[in-house]
Nanobody, 123 residues
Framework: QVQPVESGGGLVQAGDSMRLSCKAS????????MGWFRQAPGKEREFVAVIVWLQRNTDYADSVKGRFTISRDNDKDTVYLQMNSLKAEDTGVYYC????????????????WGQGTQVTVSS
């Protein structure tokens, strides 16, 4: 059983930066893709970024390309989401998720989810 645990959320102002962390236990990280989704109030959960653990391939939602960077530390079993130039529309609960092997973009394609961490960007 894979258990992702997020940390690092909080309140920032527009233009600021923030880094989220997700430590995942219970899986062989080299075989898992790790992703970030977010859910704004009144909206559906949406894809943000994903990294394939072994190959280091990454992909991003168009809305965050050039501002967010996903990375991972194999030694710490942790994936990070560095968020720069934050905007008010980045506000939401950010979820870390995992699935075997390759990159996918739909919520239902991911098997394991963290509890989420709130990110609030004031304008």
């Amino acid at each position: 059983q894979v258990q992702p645990v997020e940390s690092g959320g909080g309140l920032v102002q527009a233009g600021d930066s923030m880094r989220l962390s997700c430590k995942a236990s219970g899986c062989l990280f080299s075989t898992y893709a790790m992703g970030w989704f977010r859910q704004a109030p009144g909206k559906e959960r949406e894809f943000v970024a994903v990294i394939v653990w072994l190959q280091r391939n990454t992909d991003y939602a168009d809305s965050v390309k050039g501002r967010f960077t996903i990375s991972r530390d194999n030694d710490k079993d942790t994936v990070y989401l560095q968020m720069n130039s934050l905007k008010a529309e980045d506000t939401g609960v950010y979820y870390c998720t995992a699935r075997p092997r390759d990159i996918r973009y739909r919520e239902w394609q991911y098997n394991y989810w963290g509890q989420g961490t709130q990110v609030t960007v004031s304008s």
